[in-house]
């Protein structure tokens, strides 16, 4: 069976950031993630980015001790083809912008990057809350600037990121709907997936700026639910 090339469109997210690391460690001959598209949803666009890009530091630093202790490094899929990340829509097309940081932390990972412990001294009745960082799980650099869409688009050129001595993923300033389409032109038509698991107005917008080649996809795969009701959460 022919390995799997997919677009990965998402809002992470504590459970979009589960889907990436699911894909990421799957084998090389199982799946390609060819690009990660980020979209507003759960929350603010830059804050999904500061979330992808932390969970690579991470994953570069499992790799590295996992390699210098001898052991398999896993995440053959992201080590063999590391994907290119590109930052997109920030608000919907139309009406009012809703995100889910009341249920995902302002961060979209519950608070991972500042979180809150509480705490109640038994002498009195008033409960404390401390903040506590958590900078070993945020990299010093965002690389915010390798996505800055109002500068000129360059040649897409990995980016080492330290870690295990490799790329982790490619930087795009190209928004994440001109990446889709050059994803969709670059390869074959009916075999690359696209795999939305947030709002879909990349996917809009691609498709509205040449719907020619975005019917290039092989399928659209599509998380789809409810609110408040049984489908996309368990009441």
């Not at 699911?22 to 603010?44: D, K, P, Q, R, W």
């Amino acid at each position: 069976m022919p390995k799997k090339k997919i677009i990965i469109d998402t809002d992470p997210g504590i459970d979009d950031i589960l889907a990436l690391l699911l894909a990421l460690s799957a084998t090389s001959e199982e799946v390609e993630v060819l690009l990660i598209s980020l979209t507003f949803g759960n929350i603010e666009v830059k804050s999904c980015l500061r979330n992808v890009v932390s969970m690579f530091h991470i994953l570069e630093k499992e790799m590295q001790w996992r390699l210098e202790k001898g052991r398999p490094q896993g995440f053959e899929a992201l080590r063999a083809h590391p994907p290119i990340v590109a930052v997109g829509a920030e608000d919907p097309l139309e009406d009012q912008k809703m995100l889910a940081d009341y249920f995902h932390g302002t961060d979209g990972l519950g608070g991972i990057h500042a979180s809150v412990s509480i705490t109640k001294p038994p002498s009195f009745g008033t409960t404390e809350l401390t903040r506590i960082q958590h900078p070993h799980f945020t990299p010093t650099e965002a690389w915010e600037h390798l996505f800055d869409p109002t500068s000129e688009p360059t040649e897409i050129d990995p980016v080492p990121t330290g870690g295990a001595h490799q790329q982790s993923f490619i930087p795009s300033k190209r928004r994440a709907h001109e990446e889709i389409l050059r994803v969709l032109r670059e390869n074959d038509p009916d075999t690359v997936s696209i795999v939305a698991v947030g709002p879909l107005t990349n996917l809009a917008l691609a498709s509205a700026a040449d719907p020619e080649t975005f019917l290039r996809a092989k399928e659209v795969v599509v998380m789809g639910g409810a609110i408040s009701e049984p489908g996309n959460r368990s009441c």
